[in-house]
């Protein structure tokens, strides 16, 4: 038993060698292709490495938990590589909380990363720091991985653009403003105090305005002046002036860390009830009914190698498990997506078309208008009308309808593309394991379970 588990290890440090050294996120499963644990890394190849180290002390740097899960349980290492440190640590959340692993401890909560919040419907808006922002009415800066290094730099950006972050309703016509006193955030030229009407709501709006460029600009002119203020005094012995400028720049740094409202969506803090994004998708799709079930497509592959395919199943916006399905490819040679997704799209539906199953309401397909045309020709070789066909872009996030001239732009929050992004998001992870067990299998010749067809 000892040795067979010792060649399961062999066999896992042999893998680690092919991993990227750039930042992503691992997982670590059982030989029941169970999520044990979920971890971010800067280094995907140092850091998962670092568990199998044959000198690695896991007791006392990990606790007994993780060692006896590295030398007894773990079989597979699978990883998602991301595009900076920020993106894996927000991916982590997002799986640690959706799979809620054996193995973590932290992150299974419901807590959220902070945003800076800025109200657009007040007369005079304020800031603030929330880890429940509201779904209209604001502008989103975040999520932010960290709440102690934003709430370190918004004093600082409030002394440069006197903002306010108070809780009062001000109105621009209420006359009694002119009667109250501001707090003492004005007195040291933090706030210019709409309270008390000594700015107008032009300028006020003006203040706002230059807050918004800094935060979607990064900040850099602000952070050269910062860095040049911070040599001077340093030329000039004014040592504790300096240090000050350094932590000032160190909390502007601190506000680069951080995601896009826009992408990185927390569901648990902008619920999507699935029900009102299916109605919306049949709005948007002229359907009589809500559709109820959703097919996803993606392809995988490394420079045309372990080329394979994936299908996932959502029945009522939620992932219905039983109905994936796993495809390698049979027929095609080299990278070529359309091809694959016209293999996997005939495979998946020539018996549904012989009444064999059920047709779904909607296939997705992962991807642009190419890949869209791809799998709307499988169906040539079909003698039956296809299903909905949809397929959905990555970054732009434009859904392309098969029969209409113009794809649909979608805001980021709106409800039916939401959905749509679940069974895309779950096609695309599903079939990347996939091509991983293909991968391991293909340059170590381990055997794994046959996939489910």
């Not at 690695?56 to 899960?69: F, K, Q, V, Y």
């Not at 997002?94 to 919040?117: E, H, M, T, V």
């Not at 169906?379 to 649909?408: N, Q």
């Amino acid at each position: 038993m000892a040795g067979k588990r010792q060649t399961v290890l062999d066999g896992l440090r042999e893998q680690i060698t092919d991993l990227p050294t750039g930042p992503g996120v691992y997982l670590f499963k059982n030989a029941a292709d169970v999520v044990l644990y979920v971890g971010k890394a800067k280094s995907l190849r140092s850091r998962v490495a670092s568990y199998f180290q044959p000198g690695a002390d896991l007791l006392s740097t990990r606790g007994p938990e993780i060692r006896h899960m590295i030398s007894d349980l773990v079989t597979d290492v699978s990883i998602l590589e991301c595009d900076s440190e920020v993106d894996a640590l927000l991916r982590e959340n997002r799986l640690i909380k959706d799979i809620q692993p054996r193995f973590n401890d932290r992150l299974k909560d419901g807590k959220s990363f902070p945003f800076l919040q800025i109200t657009t419907r007040e007369d005079f808006p304020r800031i603030s720091i929330t880890r429940q922002p509201q779904s209209r009415g604001v502008k989103l800066y975040g999520p932010f991985v960290s709440v102690k290094e934003l709430r370190a730099a918004l004093p600082l950006m409030q002394r440069v653009f006197k903002f306010r972050t108070c809780k009062l309703d001000i109105n621009a016509d209420d006359e009694s403003r002119h009667r109250f006193r501001p707090c003492i955030l004005h007195n040291i030229k933090q706030c210019t105090a709409p309270c008390a009407a000594k700015v107008t709501r032009e300028s006020y709006k003006l203040q706002i305005a230059h807050l918004r460029k800094f935060l979607e600009s990064k900040g850099t002119a602000l952070r050269k002046e910062l860095t040049c203020r911070m040599k001077e005094a340093a030329a000039e012995h004014l040592f504790e002036r300096a240090a000050e400028l350094r932590d000032e720049l160190k909390a502007l740094d601190a506000l680069q860390r951080r995601g896009l409202s826009s992408e990185d969506i927390q569901p648990e803090v902008f619920f999507v009830d699935p029900a009102e994004g299916l109605a919306r998708l049949a709005k948007l799709l002229d359907m009589t009914t809500p559709p109820r079930s959703i097919e996803g497509i993606d392809i995988a592959h490394l420079d045309g190698g372990e080329l394979c395919g994936a299908m996932v199943c959502f029945i009522d916006g939620k992932p219905f498990k039983d109905a994936y399905r796993r495809y390698k490819i049979r027929t095609v040679a080299g990278n070529d997506d359309f091809a694959s997704i016209r293999e996997v799209v005939w495979r998946r539906y020539k018996h549904a078309g012989m009444n064999a199953e059920l047709f779904p309401d909607i296939v997705l397909i992962d991807g642009g208008k190419g890949q869209l045309s791809a799998a709307y020709g499988a169906f040539d070789d079909m003698e039956f009308t296809p299903p909905v066909l949809l397929s959905l872009a990555k970054k732009e996030e434009t859904v392309f309808v098969h029969g209409r001239d113009e794809p649909l732009k979608l805001p980021r929050r709106d409800p039916a593309l939401r959905v749509l992004q679940s069974v895309r998001d779950e096609s695309h992870r599903f079939v990347q394991h996939y091509h991983h067990i293909l991968r391991r299998k293909a340059t170590l010749g381990d055997p794994k379970p046959k996939p489910r067809r």
